[in-house]
């Protein structure tokens, strides 16, 4: 089974940056989506950016598609998520998680609704 391990987080004043990292191990799909979510405190969780292994075709939230970037390695086994601009209402703890996708998958719809393995997540806190 897929693995997934986050890393990055951290504390960052107002207006800062911070990158985070998601590395995927074990398991076998043809194709999948990996995609970074976060949930602040007493909030719902909320999908910010999702990748498609095969093709790199990329889908962001609204609210984050100016200050956010998604990226990842050759193998699509590694996934960044770029975080600029950074806002208090950005604290929250940040989460990866994937999904096999089939080739008619919409990526929207599989970042908001599809997402079946979850890593542990990393806390991002933005200080004014």
């Known amino acids: 089974e897929v693995q997934l391990q986050a890393s990055g987080g951290g504390l960052v004043q107002v207006g800062g940056s911070l990158r985070l990292s998601c590395a995927a191990s074990?398991?076998?799909?043809?194709?999948?989506?990996i995609g970074w979510f976060r949930q602040a405190p007493d909030k719902e969780r909320e999908a910010l950016s999702c990748?498609?292994?095969?093709?790199?075709?990329?889908y962001y939230a609204d609210s984050v598609r100016d200050r956010f970037s998604i990226s990842s390695d050759i193998t699509g086994k590694t996934v960044w998520l770029q975080m600029n601009s950074l806002k208090p209402s950005d604290t929250a703890v940040y989460y990866c998680?994937?999904?096999?996708?089939?080739?008619?998958?919409?990526?929207?719809?599989?970042?908001?609704?599809?997402?079946?393995?979850w890593g542990k997540g990393t806390q991002v806190t933005v200080s004014s």
């Open positions: 998680a994937a999904a096999a996708v089939a080739e008619d998958s919409p990526l929207a719809l599989m970042c908001n609704y599809g997402m079946s393995l």
């Open positions: 074990g398991g076998a799909f043809d194709d999948y989506a």
């Open positions: 990748i498609r292994r095969s093709d790199h075709t990329t």
